[in-house]
């Protein structure tokens, strides 16, 4: 049975400390969710059991590419765009950006 978009509440929370509170107050009531790809086959399919959805696409604490003189870390949130066009991934990493 498809699920119906509007039957869920989407609250995007401007900082990561404002997320975590948000999953500590309500254990279980939110998908935390970045993309949303698997947040609609889940959607179709009637699978999605909470009724809350976490955005943390806005969360800057996430989306980032450090580069370090022996190690590159990619946060959580970092995007294939960020990541196929960051100049040291292209340079040092060149199928890292062919694959984003």
Same mark, same amino acid.
């Given at each position: 049975?498809?699920?119906?978009?509007?039957?869920? =509440?989407?609250?995007?929370?401007?900082?990561? #400390? @404002?997320?975590?509170?948000? *999953?500590?107050?309500?254990? $279980?009531?939110?998908?935390?969710? !970045?993309? $949303?790809?698997?947040?609609? &086959? !889940?959607?179709?399919?009637? #699978?999605?059991? !909470?009724?809350? +959805? +976490?955005? +943390?696409? #806005?969360?800057?604490? *996430? #989306?980032?590419?450090?580069?370090?003189?022996?190690? *590159?870390?990619?946060? !959580? $949130?970092? @995007?294939?765009?960020?990541?196929?066009?960051?100049? @040291? &991934?292209?340079? =040092?990493?060149?199928? *890292?950006?062919?694959?984003?």
């Amino acid at each position: 049975m498809r699920s119906v978009a509007s039957d869920y =509440e989407m609250t995007a929370p401007a900082s990561l #400390r @404002t997320a975590l509170a948000l *999953l500590e107050a309500e254990p $279980g009531a939110y998908t935390p969710m !970045a993309g $949303g790809t698997e947040l609609m &086959v !889940a959607l179709g399919a009637g #699978r999605l059991a !909470a009724q809350k +959805l +976490l955005s +943390l696409h #806005r969360l800057r604490e *996430l #989306r980032f590419i450090a580069v370090e003189p022996k190690e *590159l870390t990619l946060g !959580a $949130g970092s @995007t294939f765009t960020e990541i196929r066009h960051h100049p @040291t &991934v292209a340079t =040092e990493f060149p199928l *890292l950006s062919q694959a984003a």
